[in-house]
């Protein structure tokens, strides 16, 4: 539920390249087929205190996250991402371009940045 909550944050939709709010049964049939790939390269990231605080996916070399909406602003990105750099190089991570923070933290932690 707190991925699909993650999801449909309106900022979140904002700045993915489909910005339609997706429903719990597409969530699901989402989840599950990604979930029963060999290597589904889904991952959610804990704070200190092993709260959930975003996720990393990884499709071939491309590279997609988001961090929870109450954990933006605090550097949180930028070590999710250099985590996803150390475990599996240098990815592309494609940014609406208006996504400052986002541009920012893609940089920091190394990968390539493709602009829409």
Partial sequence: MLLLEWRNDPLTRKMFKTSDTITWSDHIAWLEKRIAQVEPHLYVAENENDIAIGTIRVDDRRLSYTVGPSFRGRGYATEMLIWARNR???????????NVASIRAAKRAGHEIVLF
């Fill in 88 to 98: 599996f190089g240098v990815l592309i991570a494609e940014i609406r371009h208006e």
